[in-house]
């Protein structure tokens, strides 16, 4: 079933899901890497690279919650208590880390006044006018939202574990749409 169901996850969802996940994952590894080097003609490729799939996790996280609109998830698993409404909040933070994200590293590679390219090809047009002031500040607020997300990412994934060896099914609900 590609739509999701009243208690399942369906096809889309969890493809969406998933891709994203290997996306958000290895950009951040990536941009990890990219953090430590100086640029240079040698390694411009990286920032390119490392642009374009922020652009892809954009328009991922759009297409998600638009999905999301059409085909809504069921209703998460358990009881609503303290840790429910945590996981919901977390849930949405990371919704939102997932636009701003690639939102500020857009804003701040527009401050540099050099053209922002999605894969070497196409060119978008700038957030801010070009200053360093500008430059330095959508950075940090890039840096600062990262590692946001991925302290929220290990929770996120940690209490999947969690859940899921307690027995209640979330992970196999997002793996096989079912969660028995």
């Known amino acids: 079933m590609l739509r999701n169901g009243p208690s399942e996850f369906g096809l889309v969802t969890r493809l969406i899901h998933w891709a994203m996940m290997l996306l958000v994952i290895g950009q951040l590894a990536l941009g990890l890497r990219i953090a430590d080097m100086e640029p240079g003609l040698a390694n411009l490729w990286l920032y390119g690279l490392h642009k374009t799939i922020g652009f892809g996790i954009l ?50 590679s527009s401050a540099t006044g050099i053209d922002v390219m999605i894969a070497d090809r196409w060119t978008v047009p700038p957030l801010v006018e070009a200053s360093e002031e500008a ?46």
């Open 59 to 108: 328009a991922l996280i759009l297409l998600r919650i638009g999905w999301h609109i059409l085909s809504p998830p069921p209703p998460p698993l358990g009881p609503r208590n303290a840790a429910f409404w945590a996981a919901r909040a977390a849930h949405w933070a990371i919704y939102a880390l997932l636009i701003a994200i690639p939102l500020t590293g857009w804003a701040g």
């Open 135 to 180: 430059e330095a500040f959508w950075f940090r607020l890039h840096d600062i939202l990262t590692k946001l997300l991925m302290a929220l990412v290990t929770i996120h994934m940690l209490g999947a574990f969690k859940r899921e060896m307690e027995g209640d099914g979330t992970l196999t609900r997002m793996i096989r749409g079912r969660a028995r």
